[in-house]
């Protein structure tokens, strides 16, 4: 019976509307309570001059799996002088855009994020990916199996068979262990096995002659019959490519017909990730600009859409995506080193190291969008932060874009050190905006935004009665003058942390390695012996591993959570 | 000047990860400071003074300092690590890393150091009077940026992968070298006075690469262009000059292709 009472904060918590009111949290037994229902024996911290808010929850980063670790394999100069050792009761840590699983779940932790969404789980490889969940310490965590380049839907799509979509859907966030459908260029990954791409949404895709479009429709479809707590969760055709904001916004519009139909409160039918690289206008990289504008006055007026920002950090670090076309066409940019890796009917993935550099052009028009996406948000329980960990910078980065999006007087510091701030300035709306967000939006776009858009709002990013506790208490008090780097170091060192009720970092360390489960979906469908024959068909004809040897049994996921969904 | 000697007493029965042993580190210290400073084994913590007699004094600044070690330090890594001023003079013949992403000073090694020396190196002297081994002023596994600066003088023979990513900076070696010698090149000098076997400027994009001695099996990358008359380091001679690595991506400057220049003295 642990009990514990969280006293005096500034707390900032969306789901029940608190905006930086005194009050106490009360914690028993690894959920939040009423303060009448604890006992005098709990034990209590003292939040006084602090702000209190729930744990963060990561909606898009890759952390875990063949792709992650295959970049920590090529790039051992990520690691060069980044190793701490270990101490008690933590591991050996390091790595910086792509750290080991330890660092992940420590640094999380430190910066008080307590769920985190692997983005792209291919699903051949579920294993490895759960085999790194488990050693990826303190937070809970789930991963996206991709669908929007597998052969099966590509093939039920084209008949439009949504009840065998959902079907197969259903078998494989069960037997992969999965939470929500990712899609990765849909189409343009399958058509790079035949040396082409999708650049829009109409393009086809070779030999299966189905286009994007009616790719993500018919997911989307799929997915509303199915229920499931997420929504379809999209890195959209053309990342990357000047000009692509069209194909952005034909993408969004294909959300507008769609209603969401589930149990969990989720409101939208589309997420949209990692906008920054979507949101691109020009023809090549010379007349490269910012359409963050017309990309959020889309987003601003649909309710059926979440989006995540991307934003760059401006550092150095690995891109890695299921998204093998673009990465080939990166290492063709920057001629930095690249790996391939090819996954049989189901995906691919590419990796690059890039360096976002302050003194090229498009990096700094790049770091720019990120923010603007944020700036340009009318409800920020709809656009979350994120990097696209490691795309356009490392998770550890999060206290830094906070900081930007909550001080002017930041950006234009970083701005005013660019080399080319003149010319990012005529590219971009960013040294307009004089809009600083608020901790309440902060805690919206990080914890009650994602977590509402995950279906996953009734456990995580609030701190009402009967929600997890995972609370956070960073040393930064709102009512006093403080520096813009003062929000920066204190969102990087959480003061207090606690996972499910166990506290486990005290100013800034970890203390414990917490509880951590591994969160899944199963979507109990009816009967589909069609489904059934077809997947047995592909293993005996297509498959190198034969159906006995692909399920993710038990032992990899040894503290799971289980969402049920029932579309029977 | 002040002057640091460091006299091995204890061998590591593992390897020892000495890379305090700078200037920079030994400045302002005592010689009991000094042997309070930690270094690895394994993954033990430990101090100098376990493996160390330490006297004298370190000077005002790493730029006052010179440290003089003796004695068997094969079994001892990272000497001068990041050195950025002084000088360190070590009379035996130290492990991996030695001289590793030096930054400024002078560093000498009366014997002969083992792989990884000089590796990611900035700036400063590295001279080592007998033989240098793999992966000489190389970058660090997996980097694309090697040696950016700095001159490195081997008066023996070299190894394998030297210069391998160089961008700056100069290697001479006075001997022969073994194969693969600056690989993926894109800036910065290598000599050598004596052969080296094949694999010579693999994948060179830029930079220049000297050989006085003869190349058994040259790349096929590589295409004469002319015979030029040159100083290289403080002495004429006649060179043929062959571009390359031809397989490889080249940047164009002033509209004309940059290529990486490799000369054989005639
Ligand atoms: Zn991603």
Redesign the interface.
């Given at each position: 019976m642990s009990e514990y009472l969280i006293k005096n904060g500034f707390v900032f918590d969306p789901t029940q509307g608190i905006k930086g009111d005194k009050a106490d949290i009360a914690v028993k037994d690894g959920k939040i309570v009423k303060s009448t229902e604890i006992s005098s024996k709990a034990k209590t911290i003292d939040a006084s001059g602090k702000t209190v808010m729930a744990g963060a929850v990561e909606i898009h980063a890759h952390i875990a799996g063949p792709k992650v670790n295959e970049g920590r394999n090529y790039r051992p100069e990520d690691k060069l002088f980044t190793y701490t050792p270990k101490g008690a009761g933590k591991r050996m840590a390091g790595g910086f855009s792509i750290p080991t699983t330890f660092k992940t779940g420590y640094e999380y932790a430190r910066m008080g994020y307590t769920t985190a969404m692997e983005a792209a789980m291919p699903p051949l490889f579920a294993r490895h990916v759960h085999e790194e969940i488990k050693d990826t310490p303190i937070i809970d965590e789930g991963a996206y199996p991709v669908f929007g380049n597998n052969w099966f839907v590509m093939e039920y799509l084209k008949n439009q068979e949504i009840e065998n979509t959902a079907a197969y859907i259903s078998w494989l966030l069960e037997v992969t262990k999965g939470v929500a459908i990712k899609v990765v260029n849909p189409g343009g990954t399958e058509a790079w096995g035949w040396g082409l791409n999708c650049l829009t949404i109409d393009d086809p895709v070779p030999y299966f002659d189905i286009t994007p479009a009616e790719i993500v429709k018919g997911l989307i479809e799929a997915n509303e019959y199915l229920g499931l707590p997420h929504s379809v969760h999209i890195h959209q055709n053309s990342l990357g490519n000047p000009g692509n904001y069209t194909v952005t916004l034909d993408t969004l519009k294909l959300a507008e017909k769609f209603k969401a139909k589930n149990k969990f409160g989720r409101e939208q039918v589309l997420h949209s990730t990692h906008l920054q690289f979507h949101s691109y206008g020009g023809d090549n990289w010379g007349n490269f600009e910012s359409k963050s504008k017309e990309v959020m006055d889309y987003v601003n007026t649909q309710k059926n859409i979440t989006v995540d920002t991307g934003c760059v950090t401006l550092d150095e670090t690995t891109t890695m995506t299921a998204d093998g076309p673009f990465e080939h066409h990166l290492t063709e940019l920057n001629h930095l080193k690249w790996a391939n890796v090819d996954v049989e009917l189901e995906t691919a993935a590419g990796i690059v190291p890039y360096v976002y550099s302050p003194d090229i052009k498009v990096c700094e028009i790049q770091w720019a969008i990120g923010l603007e996406i944020a700036l340009f948000t009318k409800d920020h329980m709809r656009t979350f932060i994120t990097t696209d960990h490691p795309n356009a910078g490392p998770f550890i980065r999060y206290p830094r874009i906070i900081k930007w999006l909550m001080s002017a007087e930041a950006r234009k510091e970083r701005i005013d050190t660019f080399k080319h701030g003149a010319k990012m300035i005529e590219a971009t709306h960013i040294a307009g905006i004089d809009r600083e967000l608020t901790l309440y939006e902060i805690a919206q776009m990080t914890r009650a935004g994602p977590a509402k858009s995950l279906g996953m709002a009734n456990l995580y990013g609030g701190l009402a009665p009967g929600m997890d506790a995972d609370v956070v208490v960073y040393d930064f008090n709102p009512n006093t003058p403080h520096k813009p780097d003062d929000i920066e170091k204190a969102f990087s060192r959480a003061a207090y942390v606690m996972k499910t009720g166990v506290p486990v970092v005290i100013d800034g360390e970890v203390v414990n390695n917490g509880n951590k489960r591994t969160i899944w979906v199963h979507a109990k469908v009816n009967e589909n012996p069609q489904v059934m024959r077809d997947i047995k068909d592909k293993f005996l004809r297509y498959y190198s591993v034969t159906q006995a040897n692909y399920d993710v049994s038990k032992h990899f996921v040894p503290n799971p959570y289980v969402i049920e969904v029932d579309a029977t | 000047m002040e002057t640091v000697t460091l006299t091995i007493k204890n061998q590591p029965t593992l390897y020892l990860e000495a890379d305090t042993i700078t200037p920079d580190n030994f400045s302002g210290k005592k010689a009991s400071e000094i042997a309070a400073l930690h270094a690895y084994e394994g993954?033990d913590?430990v101090t100098l003074g376990k493996y160390f007699e330490v006297s004298g004094e370190g000077g005002a600044t790493a730029e006052d300092t010179r440290i003089v070690v003796k004695g068997n330090v094969s079994r001892v890594k990272y000497i001068g690590m990041k050195m950025t001023a002084g000088e360190i003079l070590i009379e035996d013949n130290p492990d991996m890393y030695t001289g590793a992403w030096m930054h400024g000073g002078k560093l000498t090694v009366k014997g002969n150091v083992d792989a990884f020396a000089g590796i990611g190196m900035k700036g400063g002297e590295f001279v080592i009077e007998g033989n240098a081994g793999n992966y000489l002023g190389a970058?660090?596994?997996?980097?694309?940026r090697g040696m950016q600066g700095g001159v490195i003088r081997v008066k023996g023979k070299a190894g394998s992968d030297i210069g391998y990513f160089m961008n700056g900076g100069t290697i001479i070696v006075h001997g022969n070298t073994d194969v693969h010698v600056g690989t993926h090149m894109e800036g910065g000098k290598i000599i050598i006075k004596g052969n080296a076997p094949s694999k010579v400027g693999g994948q060179m994009v830029g930079g220049e690469i000297y050989v006085y001695g003869g190349i058994d099996v040259m790349m096929p990358g590589f295409k004469y262009a002319q015979d030029e008359e040159l100083e290289v380091d403080g002495e004429k001679g006649n060179f043929s000059l062959f571009h390359g690595d031809t397989g490889e991506?080249h940047p164009k400057r002033k509209g004309q292709i940059v290529y990486g220049k490799l000369y054989l003295r005639n």
């Open positions: - | 993954r913590q970058a660090y596994r997996g980097d694309w991506r």
